[in-house]
């Protein structure tokens, strides 16, 4: 779960805050389908299947590997929020341009959109203090 700015888990309850819920879904809809397009992209830049699924692991285990250490939930190490940022923005950027590189660019900029907004948007419910009760 995320942690939602005041060290409790993000989910407390789901009553009352759908917008919210909502949008982490959709955060982890948009983070799998940046890894998705990041193995596509490497996939493409290969010849020959070996080197293809080689390429395509390649980035899609460094992706993981950034998140797992550096943006995740629980990741491992939690830098400052600048920090998380900009892994989100290389690995969920990545995953836009990755659909950009391999000739999808209206996808990839609906997607980089997204992804900016989503991000924006979580962190802001993220940080917001919780109404007094």
């Not at 939602?4 to 389908?33: D, K, Q, Y």
């Not at 590997?65 to 290389?90: D, S």
């Not at 950027?93 to 590189?101: M, V």
């Amino acid at each position: 779960m995320h942690d939602n700015g005041t060290g409790g888990p993000a989910i407390p309850s789901l009553n009352g805050r759908p917008w919210w819920a909502a949008n982490e879904v959709l955060a982890f809809l948009v983070e799998l389908a940046a890894l998705a397009c990041l193995f596509w992209w490497g996939y493409s830049l290969g010849d020959g299947l070996a080197v293809q699924l080689l390429l395509g692991t390649a980035l899609l285990a460094i992706a993981v590997t950034l998140w797992g250490l550096f943006a995740a939930p629980r990741a491992r190490f939690r830098p400052p929020l600048a920090g998380v940022l900009a892994v989100k923005a290389v690995v969920l950027g990545g995953g836009a341009f990755g659909l950009f590189a391999v000739g999808h660019p209206v996808a990839a900029l609906v997607m980089a959109v997204v992804v900016v907004v989503n991000t924006g948007l979580a962190e802001t419910f993220r940080r917001r203090p919780r109404p007094a009760a």
